[in-house]
C-alpha cells in the first residue's frame, strides 16, 4: 500500500540525499510530498546538480497527513531549524511515533525538536558531537535503525543502506 513521506528541504540541501531516497520511494510507490516555506518555488541542491519543485507550504500541512518524514542533509537542515514551524512539524512528528528518515546533517531539525534523546543514531561527523550532546546514543555506522521508527545514515556514500532500511520500514507500515 501506498505510503506519503513529507520532505522538509529547502536552498543547499545535499543533492543525492534527497534525490536518492526520492527516487527509490517513488519507484516503490509511494508518494514524495516536498515543503519548505512557498509552494511551487523551487530550491537548488548544494551541488547545483538538483533542483526540487516545492509541493506545499508549512501553514498548509499538519504531520497527521503523512506516513513517513525524511529529512535529507546538507545545509536545509540548519537552515529549516531555524523557523519554529519546521521546529515543531518534526516535533509533532517526533511525537506521533511514525518513522522518520534523516541523513547527514538531518538530525539537525530532530536536535532542535527534542527528538534524539536516548534514540541510537548516526550522522556526519561534523555534528556527531551535537547529537551525543542531545541525548542520542551514537554509532559511526552507514545506517542505524532505532524501534524501525528512525533511520539515519552518515553521508551520500551510506545511500544505498539507508534507502534499504527506509523502504523495509515503509513497506511494512
Known sequence: MSK?????????????EFTS??????KAGH?????????????????GKAQVKIDKD???V???????????G??????????D???NFTKEFVASGKPIFAICHGPQLLISANGVRGRKMTCVKAIAIDLKNAGADFYDKEVVVDNDKLV??????????FNQESLRILNNL
Open 4 to 16: 506519503k513521506i513529507a520532505v522538509l528541504i529547502t536552498d543547499e540541501f545535499e543533492d543525492s
Open 21 to 26: 531516497p526520492a527516487e527509490a520511494y517513488t
Open 31 to 47: 508518494e514524495v510530498v516536498t515543503i519548505e516555506m512557498e509552494a511551487g518555488k523551487t530550491v537548488t541542491g548544494k551541488q
Open 58 to 60: 508549512i501553514d498548509h
Open 62 to 72: 499538519s504531520p497527521a497527513e503523512f506516513d513517513a518524514l525524511l529529512l535529507p
Open 74 to 83: 546538507g545545509h536545509s537542515p540548519d537552515a529549516l531549524r531555524g523557523d
Open 85 to 87: 514551524r519546521f521546529v
Open 152 to 161: 539515519t545514515s552518515r553521508t551520500p556514500e551510506d545511500l544505498p543502506a
